[in-house]
């Protein structure tokens, strides 16, 4: 099959709530077979494929990892581009302009998702990181034309890298340890945050962020040892 069906069958079943053996019995299975399936230790036929995507309503897309979005009929929203556009080249300023929308909506979602008093310090540490990679992109741009000038920047080009590697660096440090903090607070009474729920909060802007994501995770696969 792939990488991808393990993780996500067993990942649709710890949101529904239940368990290996309930799933496994209303699939028609056994539950060493279901948990083989989940581990990735053995693949399933066509059928079951079929069985098990109508099962968890979702596409088989989906669970074979070729989409972001979990239903059929459910694109991304006007302005967004696609997850592996055909053609990696400019077409006039539409690619720009659709990388620019996909990037303003993920990044909105975020916010969005951390405007509660709780996340107060992980906000400020996002716009921080944020920041830098922002700044690290620009400086590129800049030095692709050997006309400008270098002192347009405080820091000099022969540390600007380093430095703004350090600096990112301490700040998934602060990241980290920021989200962990929140984590381990004894008074949290939320829910597992959930796609459906990611789907209805945001409408508009999550399908943004389920393509970066699906888009990052592609690019992350295909520099990993096979």
Known sequence: MNNDFPRLISLLRKERGISQKDAAKSLGISQALLSHYEKGIRECGLDFLVKISSFYNVSTDYLLGRTAERRPGEEPQSGQPDETPKENVFRGSIFPSLGKALT???????????????????????????????????????????????????????????????????????????????????????????????????????????????????????????
């Not at 509660?116 to 400086?139: G, H, N, P, T």
């Not at 006309?147 to 022969?158: E, K, S, T």
């Open 104 to 226: 303003v909506s993920a990044a909105s979602v975020l916010f969005d998702l951390t405007r509660d008093a709780r996340y107060k310090e992980l906000s400020a540490e996002f716009q921080k990181y944020l920041a830098l990679v922002i700044y690290r992109l620009f400086r590129y741009y800049y030095q692709s034309n050997s006309q400008n000038q270098p002192a347009f920047f405080g820091v000099d080009d022969l540390a600007f890298e380093q430095a703004a590697s350090a600096a990112q660096t301490l700040c998934e440090l602060q990241l980290k340890k920021t989200a962990a903090a929140i984590a381990a607070q004894r008074d949290d009474t939320r829910e597992p945050f959930t796609y459906d729920q990611l789907k209805q909060s945001f409408p508009k802007d999550a399908p943004a962020l389920l393509n970066m994501i699906k888009n990052a995770e592609n690019d992350i696969k295909s520099k990993l040892p096979k």
